[in-house]
């Protein structure tokens, strides 16, 4: 008798490992953190009035060319 119930038990237990247990996300989430893309440099754009380089970001943009500032973008 007290083998039967033990064996039942082992059972219940196996049940609940396969369809109950919830997956371990720590290492889901170490994994995640290890392929974080890194910060990439600044983008150099060229002026096309004067040809000096100026940041992507610090860029003015006009008919889909970059400048470097409002003067050779001819902007007031």
């Known amino acids: 008798m007290l083998f039967k119930a ?3 038990a082992a059972i219940f237990f ?3 490992i396969v369809f109950f247990k919830k ?3 720590t290492i ?9 893309p890194q910060p ?3 983008i150099m ?3 096309q009035q ?3 380089f100026v940041s992507e970001d ?3 943009i006009k008919d889909g060319k970059f400048y470097c500032s409002k003067q050779c973008a001819q902007l007031r």
């Open 45 to 47: 754009m060229e002026c």
């Open 50 to 52: 004067c040809q000096t």
């Open 58 to 60: 610090d860029a003015i």
């Open 23 to 25: 997956p371990n996300t």
């Open 40 to 42: 990439k440099g600044d």
């Open 14 to 16: 196996i049940i609940y």
């Open 28 to 36: 889901k989430t170490k994994r995640k953190e290890k392929k974080k």
């Open 6 to 8: 033990l064996a039942l």
